[in-house]
């Protein structure tokens, strides 16, 4: 299941949804809102997406999981809008048979959003704000 | 035969032109790279961006790949998910 929601991202949900009797394993990855980037406090990140570029390049990134892995199921879950400290940026979740191939999966599929989804993340700090990677 | 296209943006490319979408003057069969050159005269401030792509139909394209009027373009300045 791959979404790109601005609602809070219901970590238990997920869990339930990748649980089977076949799943001896199951990895998460939760990208969360940091208070801080290199020691500047940050008061909030803003998400902005393409949306259907977005979804289209996570079903890759996904698609090229299962080839490479054992893959049962999968969630990634990413979120829009306004975030606070401590809110779920990025769900990932992998459940396989044994855990080498969720933890590999999980890294993977994370590593890649970060190089190639077109979302886009603002810092916003006391004094101002930054799209982050945009400047050379 | 001069025409335009509509280009969506998004992240600093919206802020720096303060418009989510802009037609921008092109010429039947001109390519994405001939887009990005004419972007660039009309919004001068896009050269402060580390790299710009474009995608197509929500395809990341080449500059070589030749655009349609009908198609949807978008400016896809360096990505930062997760």
Redesign the interface.
């Known amino acids: 299941m791959i979404a790109i929601t601005s609602d809070p991202i219901d970590v238990s949900a997920a869990l339930t949804y990748l649980q089977s009797d076949q799943a001896g394993a199951i990895d998460f990855f939760l ?1 969360v809102v940091r208070d801080n980037t290199q020691e500047r406090p940050v008061d909030r990140l803003e ?4 949306d ?3 979804i ?1 390049e996570m079903q890759k990134i996904a698609d090229e999981a299962h080839q490479r892995w054992p893959i049962l199921r999968y969630t990634i879950i ?1 979120r829009k809008g306004t975030l606070q400290i401590g809110e779920i ?2 769900l990932i979740g992998i459940a396989t048979a044994h855990r080498a191939a969720s933890f590999d999966a999980c890294r993977y599929i ?1 590593d890649t ?10 810092e916003v700090f006391a004094n101002g704000e930054t ?6 | 035969m001069s025409s335009s296209v509509s280009v ?1 943006l ?3 490319t ?2 720096l032109t303060g418009q989510s979408a802009v037609s921008v003057p092109f010429p039947e069969g001109g390519s994405v790279g001939d887009l990005i050159d004419q972007l660039h005269l009309d919004y001068p401030a896009l050269a ?3 790299s710009l792509l474009v ?1 197509v139909n ?3 394209a080449e500059s070589e790949q030749i655009l349609a009027q009908n198609d949807e373009i ?1 400016l ?7």
Do not use: C
């Not at chain 2, 896809?76 to 997760?82: A, E, F, L, R, T």
């Open positions: 990208g998400y902005e997406a393409y259907r570029m977005a289209s990413h940026a990025v994370i959003i970060k190089q190639t989804v077109p979302i886009w993340k603002k799209w982050v990677n945009a400047h050379p | 969506l998004f992240g600093i919206r802020d402060s961006i580390r995608a929500g395809e990341y978008a896809i300045p360096p990505v930062s998910g997760g």
